[in-house]
């Protein structure tokens, strides 16, 4: 079956520690999203990749990194600098960024601070 | 003016009555109105789209009605189940070229049996 695979599924953070998120697709898709979700809150956009070796920041990108080496691949790491890291955390995919294409979204991790 | 504000922010029908969630823009370049649907610790999914150019569109018991004029699109629900029981998400994406979704906050809907 072809989908999102976000991995783990629930990851601990300590103090001053990066940690990194896991999104792997196997739709094909070009365009590939995070996004971070608070309680109450909409879906806010970290970062976003049209294509392989290219991402452009999203509107909450401070204290976040990303990289895409592989069409199939797009993973985040929430650094020491992201203070305020706790939350519920989403990757999606989509055909393209260009089209009116549906975003196919993983279920999501969350992270918590020791 | 990038905003897409969603209400009720919670809502409880009963079973077989009819769900409707609104959501309302300023931003007339957005051209393309999805709807996605969210069980707890899930991702969202796709539910339903509209594009401007059409004032309805049904599948099954889900229906998206658009208000061009008055800016403003909603969610109908009809014979609500309980297990439609979800976090719905409006969303609109300008004509671009990276298609970015601007969210709204989300309405918690519940079906009681």
């Known amino acids: 079956d072809g989908g999102i695979t976000q991995s783990p599924k629930y990851l601990f953070r300590k103090e001053g520690q990066n940690v990194t998120l896991s999104c792997e697709q196997n739709?094909?898709?070009?365009?590939m999203y995070w996004y971070r979700q608070d309680p109450g809150q909409g879906l806010r956009l970290i970062y976003y990749?049209?294509?392989?070796?290219?991402?452009q920041k999203g509107d909450i990108a401070e204290g976040y990194s990303v990289s895409r080496e592989k069409k199939e691949s797009f993973p985040l790491t929430v650094t020491s600098a992201q203070k305020n890291p706790t939350a519920f955390y989403l990757c999606?995919?989509?055909?393209?960024?260009?089209?009116?294409?549906?975003?196919?979204f993983g279920d999501g991790t969350r992270l918590s601070i020791l | 003016q990038q905003q897409v504000k969603q209400s009720p922010q919670s809502l409880i029908v009963q079973k077989g009555g009819i769900s409707i969630i609104n959501c309302a823009y300023e931003?007339?370049?957005?051209?393309?109105f999805p709807w996605y649907q969210q069980f707890p610790g899930k991702g969202p999914a796709l539910l339903i789209a509209?594009?401007?150019d059409v004032s309805e569109k049904k599948e099954g018991r889900f229906t998206i009605s658009f208000n061009k004029s008055a800016k403003q699109f909603s969610l109908h629900i009809m014979d609500s189940q309980p297990g439609d029981s979800a976090t719905y998400f409006c969303?609109?994406?300008?004509?671009?070229?990276?298609?970015?979704?601007?969210w709204g906050l989300g309405t918690s809907l519940a079906v009681n049996p």
């Open positions: 739709l094909n898709h070009d365009a």
């Open positions: 969303a609109a994406s300008i004509r671009g070229n990276n298609r970015k979704l601007i």
């Open positions: 931003n007339t370049a957005f051209d393309y």
């Open positions: 999606a995919s989509s055909l393209q960024a260009r089209s009116n294409q549906p975003q196919h």
């Open positions: 990749s049209q294509i392989v070796n290219d991402f």
């Open positions: 509209i594009r401007p």
